[in-house]
């Protein structure tokens, strides 16, 4: 367990929305911690359409996800929040002081003053291989997470997917100080959703020897003294074969989950949490919701409502932790204390 962190302010999620309340925290002079399950940030626009064009951003007549998080990371940037990426918010619970212990899946806790939920449609996590007696391994020789050269340096390395981080880590796996002793593609058929210049990379590195690529259907496992030792496959002719292997990697792509948040005890809505919209909190004192996250009548799900959102509710969030102080409304082209804090006075 690591030593609690207190802060004033915990944003869980570090998508767009997330990103932006960061920033108008920050113009109200409060700091705060983010946490994200991804092991970067941007949430869907990173994941899922990163570059695909954006048009409806404010002022930006267009842009892909992956300009958009990068700008917004710029934009946030003066005011220094710090990430935990990687882990998962598990539980909240109020304390005797009225403060917040937030604590993730790694084991950090938070003492925190007021949360912000920007979680989207919950936390992108990966799809996992659907195998019986294949969890047994989860983590020693099955990943699911980030691949990582340590894993796989020296061993038979079978990777299964079909879009860029599929390729990518099997182009990198099959050269270098860390590569694997054997490294093979797995995917149903001899068709990729990647890019075409990583397509043409990984035949050009079958051709070379350097890998190779397998189709079939996984179907089961094999398991010998303890350790996994092979993939049962079923492949396009019909015909049951083996592939043997010491690491499996998937790169199956991220699905979201609520996960954690339906067991938090605050009022939902077909999966959404309710809020009042004159500053976006939910009925929990300290907890507010913002971006898709949410629920209220009239509720669009797009990114520059979500950016409303975020700006009422640290609004919302000094006025609860600053209640002897008058919020006065200031703006950043005249005034000299958010000169300050975006540091260009």
Not at 6 to 25: H, S
Not at 117 to 133: E, K, N, S
Not at 250 to 265: E, H, I, N, R
Request: hydrophobic share 40%; with cysteine.
């Amino acid at each position: 367990m690591n030593h609690p962190i207190e802060t004033e302010a915990l944003v869980i999620g570090a998508g767009p929305v997330g990103l932006f309340q960061v920033f108008q925290l920050g113009l109200q002079g409060i700091h705060c911690h983010v946490v994200d399950a991804l092991p970067h940030v941007g949430g869907q626009c990173a994941e899922l359409y990163p570059a695909k064009p954006i048009y409806d951003i404010p002022g930006i007549p267009f842009c892909t996800g992956s300009e958009l998080v990068e700008r917004l990371q710029q934009q946030v940037a003066p005011f220094k929040p710090t990430l935990h990426l990687g882990q998962q918010v598990s539980t909240i619970e109020r304390q005797a002081d009225q403060r917040l212990a937030v604590c993730t899946d790694k084991g950090q806790t938070f003492l925190v003053r007021t949360l912000f939920i920007a979680a989207g449609v919950g936390a992108f996590v990966p799809r996992r291989m659907a195998l019986d007696g294949l969890n047994a391994f989860e983590g020693s020789q099955v990943f699911a997470e980030h691949a990582s050269p340590e894993r796989w340096a020296g061993q038979h390395l079978v990777v299964a997917g079909d879009a860029d981080t599929a390729l990518q880590t099997c182009l990198d796996a099959s050269q270098g100080p860390q590569a694997a002793a054997s490294v093979t593609l797995l995917h149903r058929r001899d068709q990729f959703a990647a890019t075409p210049e990583l397509i043409s990379q990984m035949r050009q590195a079958c051709s070379a020897g350097r890998m190779r690529f397998v189709a079939g259907q996984p179907t089961g496992v094999r398991i010998e003294h303890g350790r996994l030792q092979a993939l049962e496959l079923l492949n396009p002719q019909g015909e049951t074969e083996w592939l043997h292997l010491d690491v499996l990697q998937t790169c199956l792509g991220l699905s979201p989950k609520l996960g954690p948040v339906a067991q938090w005890g605050l009022a939902m809505d077909r999966k959404q949490l309710v809020v009042n919209t004159e500053n976006f909190a939910t009925a929990e004192p300290g907890i507010f919701a913002v971006g898709d996250i949410n629920t209220y009548p009239g509720k669009k799900k797009l990114i520059l409502c979500g950016f409303h959102e975020a700006t009422l509710a640290a609004f919302g969030a000094v006025a609860l932790l600053r209640p002897e102080q008058k919020t006065l409304l200031q703006y950043t082209t005249t005034s000299t204390l958010l000169h300050q804090r975006l540091g260009i006075a």
